[in-house]
């Protein structure tokens, strides 16, 4: 029994060692990174100089899509992409923080997902400006108010989000900056068992994602739609019987189980959000534009219009119709699309010159840098 007693500490004061002086290897590693990160602040701050006398702006979407794109091209792990991207996206957002701390404006309140596009957007070192509607986004980025503004732009399940085409026909002034594709999960939060459920509250959008999963798994429950999801969130926290379609994080903010998880209808679920600013996006090599334009009413228009594409062999990559504001005794259309290239590209300037020659009116909404799916 000795022996083995013996060989047994052994052995465990040979794993503690090894451990402690893992240890102090991360500790010594820990502050070189604390050293190098600081020394990147210290160079960002410096360009953050040199803008600011050249009057450009802090946020560039297309030089912090470039360094999210190399890094991750160059991550031989063990961190996988999604942890890499946390921890740039939370250095840049330190950086252009000590250069001014940007406002941004979302349809809140906390967790909801446009509010979660922000955060994988901008990181944490911002003024978030939380807001209750789509248009009161749009209003405070017009106002100056805000910076920027996020707002969803389409959903692979549900399509264009009217609210915010809507805005961009009243307000054509402002411009698409970024865009952020995020992969939407949806669960079914609650304080109180899935027989008990009798209300169940989501943004209309975020219900019709799981309209299948609720009318066979909560068949009994009333869904009501409010203006978000974390808002729905809040309300299943305060009311006995109610239930949540919202985000994981939500859960955790507002203290409410996770009955279900992932309850969407269709795994491959995302949003594509806008960031909307007042100034354009610079070149990033990796663009997508977006134009708002209405044709004359008159057979074929549309068609001549889009043909337009085809000829400068320009890969569409969006398009929606949304009802006119007009006098008209018809009803008349406006036309988005997105397309591959900036607006700064000749090619893409003899299209859009092209395009206007069949147009009753067109709108350059904005050429950004494309952005990847975030898990």
């Known amino acids: 029994m000795t022996r083995k007693h013996d060989s047994g500490s052994a052995s465990a004061n040979k794993s503690a060692a090894a451990v402690r002086q893992l240890r102090t290897q991360i500790d010594k590693l820990d502050l070189q990174i604390l050293k190098l990160v600081n020394e990147r602040a210290e160079c960002a701050l410096d360009i953050g100089k040199v803008k600011s006398d050249e009057g450009a702006d802090i946020f560039s979407a297309a030089r912090e899509e470039e360094v999210l794109h190399h890094?991750?091209?160059?991550?031989?792990?063990?961190?996988?992409?999604?942890?890499?991207?946390?921890?740039?996206?939370?250095?840049?957002?330190?950086?252009?923080?000590?250069q001014r701390v940007l406002k941004v404006a979302y349809l809140g309140p906390e967790y909801s997902f446009s509010h979660l596009a922000a955060i994988e957007r901008f990181g944490t070192s911002i003024e978030f400006l939380r807001v209750g509607t789509i248009a009161s986004v749009f209003e405070e980025v017009n106002r100056g108010h805000a910076d920027y503004g996020v707002v969803p732009l389409e959903n692979s399940t549900d399509g264009r989000i009217a609210d915010t085409l809507d805005m961009f026909t009243r307000l054509p002034q402002i411009k698409i900056h970024a865009e952020v594709r995020l992969r939407i999960h949806h669960n079914l939060l609650a304080n109180c068992s899935q027989p008990e459920i009798r209300r169940i509250y989501s943004k209309p959008q975020a219900l019709s994602q799981c309209r299948n999963w609720l009318s066979k798994n909560v068949p009994h429950a009333a869904l009501v739609e409010v203006a978000s999801t974390a808002v729905a969130a809040e309300l299943a926290q305060r009311e006995p019987g109610a239930a949540a379609v919202a985000s994981r994080q939500a859960a955790s903010k507002y203290g409410l189980k996770i009955l279900f998880s992932d309850i969407e209808d269709f795994p491959n679920n995302e949003t594509r959000f806008a960031v909307i600013g007042t100034e354009p996006a610079a070149k990033s090599g990796r663009d997508r534009t977006a134009v708002m334009f209405q044709t004359a009413h008159e057979p074929g228009a549309l068609v001549t219009a889009l043909n337009v594409f085809k000829q400068s062999r320009i890969n569409l990559t969006w398009i929606e119709s949304f009802p006119a504001r007009t006098t008209a005794a018809k009803q008349e259309y406006v036309f988005f699309?997105?397309?591959?290239?900036?607006?700064?590209?000749?090619?893409?300037?003899?299209?859009?010159?092209?395009?206007?020659?069949?147009?009753?009116?067109?709108?350059?909404?904005?050429?950004?840098?494309m952005s990847d799916l975030i898990e």
Do not use: Q, W
């Not at 946390?86 to 250095?91: A, F, K, N």
């Not at 397309?339 to 050429?367: I, P, Q, R, W, Y």
């Open 71 to 98: 890094v991750l091209e160059s991550n031989k792990g063990p961190l996988d992409a999604n942890c890499v991207r946390s921890i740039y996206r939370e250095l840049m957002s330190g950086s252009r923080a000590l």
């Open 337 to 369: 699309v997105d397309f591959e290239g900036h607006f700064e590209d000749s090619k893409v300037k003899k299209t859009l010159e092209s395009l206007a020659k069949h147009c009753e009116k067109t709108v350059v909404l904005g050429s950004f840098p």
